[in-house]
């Protein structure tokens, strides 16, 4: 099993930055792709950025050149994904979750909440 812990949301200005951060525990050896999704009030939950073993990373378009997804991997107890968000807009405004990806199954962290607002 997998466990994720996140870490980082609140409340920033239009034109600010947050970083969160994803701690994965367990069999993270077991685990081939880490990422960030998003739920917007309203809408439907939506891939942000993810990172592949390999060190593929995507990113949603609305995020390209704002956000930076980074994995840093410790010993083989932890791994810690970040997300960097930068010049955020109210469109920014959601509840992020961590998720990864292993040979065992797909694992949710609890969300964290972001809102971005005057």
């Known amino acids: 099993q997998v466990q994720l812990e996140e870490s980082g949301g609140g409340l920033v200005q239009p034109g600010g930055s947050l970083t969160l951060s994803c701690s994965a525990s367990?069999?993270?050896?077991?685990?081939?792709?880490r990422g960030w999704y998003r739920q917007p009030p309203g809408k439907e939950r939506e891939l942000v950025a993810s990172?592949?073993?390999?060190?593929?990373?995507?990113?949603?378009d609305s995020v390209k050149g704002r956000f930076t997804i980074s994995s840093i991997s410790g010993d083989t107890s932890k791994d810690v994904v970040s997300l960097q968000m930068n010049e955020l807009t109210p469109e920014d405004t959601a509840v992020y979750y961590c998720?990864?990806?292993?040979?065992?199954?797909?694992?949710w962290g609890q969300g964290t909440q972001v809102t971005v607002s005057p």
């Open positions: 998720h990864a990806v292993g040979v065992y199954g797909t694992y």
């Open positions: 367990g069999i993270i050896l077991s685990l081939t792709n």
């Open positions: 990172i592949a073993k390999g060190g593929i990373i995507n990113y949603a």
